[in-house]
Nanobody
Framework: EVQLVESGGGLVQPGGSLRLSCAAS????????MRWVRQAPGKGLEWVSD????????RYADSVKGRFTISRDNAKNTLYLQMASLKPEDTAVYYC?????????????WGQGTQVTVSS
C-alpha cells in the first residue's frame, strides 16, 4: 500500500520557519520525482516545488523562491520542505505528492496534508 504521510505543520509567526516532512512507503521512493503543493483557504491547489529523483534538480514557484528549500533523503524515504521568512499568505494545507513524471500536471499519489498557519 502506498502511503505519503506529511508532518511538521503548525502555527508560526510571520518571519518564522518550519520544516515539513513527508514519509513515503509502498513504492520505490528513490526512483521518482516528488512535489509539494498547497491549498490556501477558499483557493485552488498551488504548485510549490519539485525535486528530481536524485535530489540534484529542483524548481520553485516564484511565490516561494528564495524562502523555501525542497530536499529529500532517499535512504530514509523522506521528502522535506524547509520554509523560512514565512508570510501570512503562506497559510495553507501543504501536500506532498508524486507526479506521474518530472514536470507532469498529473499525480500518482497524494498525502493527507499538513496545516501551516502563519499568523501573529
Amino acid at each position: 500500500e502506498v502511503q505519503l504521510v506529511e508532518s511538521g505543520g503548525g502555527l508560526v509567526q510571520p518571519g518564522g520557519s518550519l520544516r515539513l516532512s513527508c514519509a513515503a512507503s509502498g513504492f520505490t521512493f528513490s526512483s521518482y520525482a516528488m512535489r509539494w503543493v498547497r491549498q490556501a483557504p477558499g483557493k485552488g491547489l498551488e504548485w510549490v516545488s519539485d525535486i528530481n529523483s536524485g535530489g540534484g534538480s529542483t524548481r520553485y514557484a516564484d511565490s516561494v523562491k528564495g524562502r523555501f528549500t525542497i530536499s529529500r533523503d532517499n535512504a530514509k524515504n523522506t521528502l522535506y520542505l524547509q520554509m523560512a521568512s514565512l508570510k501570512p499568505e503562506d497559510t495553507a494545507v501543504y501536500y506532498c505528492a508524486k507526479p506521474t513524471y518530472w514536470g507532469s500536471s498529473s499525480y500518482d499519489y497524494w498525502g493527507q496534508g499538513t496545516q501551516v498557519t502563519v499568523s501573529s
